[in-house]
């Protein structure tokens, strides 16, 4: 299994442009979110899905829209790139709550700097 | 959402004693109570967790313990090694949506 794949791994925006972070999963998680990453901020929800068709705003969805097709990909997308989305950006994937248990799978990270 | 707290948010120990870091979070309903490592530069990473049914769990050098009446939880690391240096994250969450604490970090000094 891959586990959760995210990309691109960098990029570099100019002030206004819009782009699209993509976030797959092989392990057939129902639950998917993304976070930012910010120095002194810890990890901040933007925004997450319970399954497929249905997603919701986290901590700071402000200027990102996502997503869900299906059950593997869940695709953020910045509609207006601002200096102040310069972060890092994860993707996670979990079963969810149950048995199965409630662990978060991350991707690798996605290191985005708008110029 | 969950309100959840950490202390402290930096840490430094010798190599070779013991590290607590404490989580405080506000959702009574909780039930599930993971720590997180991640290392400079990676992705965070599950190190140990707990659910509610129980006060204490523990893995070779690593433990938690949970407080569900005073809503805190805990990791302790014994015997410390540089290897240790990172910074940890707590998580608490029903399940259904997933807030992280603003992390620990962690120095080792060999």
């Known amino acids: 299994n891959a586990g959760v794949t995210q990309t691109p791994k960098f990029q570099v925006l100019k002030t206004g442009q819009s782009m699209t972070l993509q976030c797959a999963q092989d392990?057939?998680?129902?639950?998917m979110s993304w976070y930012r990453q910010d120095p002194g901020m810890g990890l901040r929800l933007i925004h997450y899905s319970v399954g497929a068709g249905i997603t919701d705003q986290g901590e700071v969805p402000n200027g990102y829209n996502v997503s869900r097709s299906t059950t593997e990909d869940f695709p953020l997308r910045l509609l207006s790139a601002a200096p102040s989305q310069t972060s890092v950006y994860f993707c996670?994937?979990?079963?969810?709550?149950?048995?199965?248990?409630?662990?978060?799978?991350f991707g690798e990270g996605s290191w985005l700097t708008v110029v | 959402g969950e309100n959840v707290e950490q202390h402290p948010s930096t840490l430094s120990v010798q190599e070779g004693d013991s590290a607590v870091i404490k989580c405080t979070y506000s959702d009574s309903a909780s039930n599930y109570f993971p720590w997180y490592k991640q290392e400079l530069g990676k992705r965070p990473q599950l190190i140990i967790d707990i659910r509610s049914n129980v006060g204490e769990k523990k893995d070779q050098r690593i433990a938690v313990t949970l407080n569900k009446t005073a809503k805190h939880f805990s990791l302790h690391i014994t015997e410390t090694q540089p290897e240790d240096s990172a910074v940890y994250f707590c998580a608490p969450n029903t399940g259904n949506q997933f807030y992280f604490g603003t992390g620990t970090s962690l120095t080792v000094i060999p």
């Open positions: 996670a994937s979990s079963y969810g709550p149950g048995e199965r248990g409630n662990t978060i799978y």
């Open positions: 392990m057939n998680h129902e639950y």
